[in-house]
């Protein structure tokens, strides 16, 4: 078995957030200002944080974003980014470029929640979701193939509610874990994935969260963690468990 801990960022703002509108996969905007403070203040947050791979969709904002996380930390200097399109934003179609508020104001007219609501020629949720699957395949064997020495037989006790639960500490349910993957992402996107673990792979809530933040948009570089445990097979490395220890922690993001 081998146990992982999964830390999710989303990117740092742009200016197109900033404004109201949507970029999707059109719009390929790098960070404004305030993202690449953002970013180093979660770079700070997280820089005694131990992190053994790192993975980041192609886009511009989100590599900036991992860049500069990366370039903060104590431990992972040398560690390859590995960029997989496979984490681009979800495509909105014809909307990309238009406003947040305009999108909304079209899935209402259809009668549909905004989550589920898709613009013509834009992306549905269950594509996003074949995307996250093929995303999560290629994690599990690339963190196999670096840490094949870690791999053990039978049961572990690293997911105990000791080690888990968080403290508001940025090593939250990590700090005895041996391999950590950092992924950084897209907003859209990580709200469908959440959905993907807690709905479709039932993954139990993390404690005192309020089940109706599960599916919230996570606010620019606002962090997910979970812990994800891996059993061997005929076939492989196969998921085995999951635990969410938080999701769209903010603690690094000054509000005045």
């Not at 970029?23 to 979660?42: H, N």
């Not at 969709?57 to 903060?72: H, P």
């Not at 594509?127 to 093929?134: C, G, L, P, S």
Request: hydrophobic content about 40%; some cysteine.
């Amino acid at each position: 078995m081998l146990a992982f801990g999964l830390t999710i960022v989303r990117h740092g703002e742009t200016q197109c957030n900033k404004d109201g509108l949507l970029q999707g996969q059109k719009i390929d905007s790098p960070l404004s200002e305030i993202g690449i403070r953002q970013s180093e203040a979660a770079g700070q947050y997280l820089r005694d944080v131990k992190f053994t791979n790192v993975f980041v969709s192609d886009m511009r904002r989100a590599k900036q974003t991992a860049e500069i996380i990366v370039r903060s930390n104590r431990t992972c200097h040398d560690v390859e980014l590995v960029v997989d399109p496979s984490l681009k934003e979800r495509s909105f179609g014809t909307a990309e470029g238009g406003r947040v508020i305009e999108m909304k104001n079209m899935a209402k007219a259809a009668g549909q929640p905004l989550p589920e609501f898709t613009p013509p020629k834009g992306e549905t949720m269950e594509q996003v979701k074949v995307r996250i699957k093929d995303f999560l395949k290629a994690m599990i064997q690339r963190i196999a193939n670096d840490h094949q020495e870690k791999v053990q037989d039978g049961e572990t006790s690293i997911l105990d509610e000791t080690h888990w639960a968080p403290a508001g500490l940025p090593d939250d349910g990590v700090l005895n874990v041996p391999v950590h993957a950092l992924v950084v992402g897209h907003g859209a996107y990580m709200s469908i994935m959440l959905r993907h673990f807690f709905e479709d792979l039932k993954c139990p809530v993390a404690r005192g969260l309020d089940p109706a933040q599960q599916f919230s948009i996570c606010p620019n570089t606002g962090m997910c963690r979970f812990i994800i445990t891996l059993k061997c097979s005929n076939a492989g490395l196969a998921l085995s468990d999951m635990k969410c220890v938080f999701i769209n922690r903010r603690d690094h993001i000054k509000t005045d």
